[in-house]
């Protein structure tokens, strides 16, 4: 029991001493994470971070996340903290599952919450707010990932990434039905769906929030779908579980640079993370400005499927 509060104790050493400014390494190698409720709230709090560790040390610098302050002059969606990623060139490194981003030319810091605690199953509602300054690097790389709901293993049912053409929502689900579970298969495949739900004029420099509703499935009743600012923008109809792996939803900076990527960092911030079983009005949205009863009245033109399914 002193050993797991002693632990407690460093880490929030760290993170205050991380968020003050102050230059060094964080050692949450394997730990679990409490994040505060003015950031998060409705998950059982523990979120581990991937995937930055030195392989020696097991270090991870400590930019790579921050509890920022208001009152520091930092973004602050509502309340007084928001959390803070940056990750920079080169910033690659091994998972505590041994995955190595370094050889696979990725470069991220995420924060998960624990699947087993956290699994994603039946009906779940989920939010964040993101806020991406003025001078963050849109073009030259092959992709900013940006939110993901995943599985242990395969490939992640939806995730968000920073394009060119704007914040994209990604569908893979396609690419974990057992019949393409050995395949090489991506968002931009035949079965699955890309599309900017947020346009480059309007990405920068302000708050948007992000509502999502799903039914977790490996069945074909399964559904998924996301707000942005208030308004219904997608909804999905079809399996959107892998068959025996955990799903989970995970957020931060998860890059994949070019031999020509620019060489400044990037710099994101989240806030008012909150997650409820089975019912919109356990988010408590009021606070945000939204309505359950608008939202779910809401519907769009035409509903994604899995094609053939």
Wanted: proline share 4%; glycine share 10%; charged share 25%.
């Amino acid at each position: 029991m002193m050993k797991k509060l002693l632990g407690i104790l460093v880490l929030g050493l760290l993170l205050t001493f991380s968020s003050s400014g102050i230059s060094g390494e964080m050692n949450v190698f394997k730990k679990k994470i409490k994040l505060p409720k003015d950031v998060a709230k409705g998950y059982k709090n523990a979120w581990k971070f991937c995937c930055n560790y030195d392989p020696e040390t097991r270090l991870t610098p400590d930019y790579a996340f921050k509890i920022v302050n208001k009152s520091e002059g930092h973004p602050v969606r509502l309340g007084e903290q928001s959390i803070r990623f940056e990750v920079r060139r080169g910033d690659c490194g091994l998972s505590p599952g041994g995955y190595d981003d370094c050889k696979n030319n990725s470069e991220r810091h995420e924060l998960n919450a624990i699947k087993e605690v956290n699994k994603l199953k039946g009906v779940t509602w989920h939010t964040y707010s993101l806020y991406l300054p003025k001078d963050f690097l849109v073009g030259g790389f092959n992709f900013i990932g940006m939110g993901q709901f995943h599985t242990e293993e395969s490939e992640p049912a939806f995730n968000w990434s920073v394009e060119t053409r704007g914040y994209e929502l990604q569908r893979r689900t396609a690419c974990n039905l057992p019949e393409n579970k050995n395949m090489d298969c991506s968002a931009r495949d035949p079965q699955n769906y890309y599309r900017a739900v947020i346009y480059p004029a309007d990405l920068l420099g302000k708050w948007h929030d992000m509502v999502f509703n799903g039914k977790w499935s490996v069945k074909q009743d399964g559904y998924f779908k996301q707000w942005i600012n208030g308004k219904l923008v997608y909804h999905y109809q079809g399996s959107n579980l892998t068959r025996g792996e955990l799903s989970g939803f995970q957020f931060g900076i998860y890059i994949h640079p070019l031999s020509y990527s620019p060489k400044k960092a990037n710099v994101g911030y989240y806030d008012e993370i909150r997650f409820a079983k089975k019912s919109c009005k356990k988010l408590k949205l009021e606070d945000l400005g939204y309505n359950c009863k608008d939202l779910e009245s809401q519907t769009v033109s035409k509903i994604d499927k899995i094609k053939g399914k």
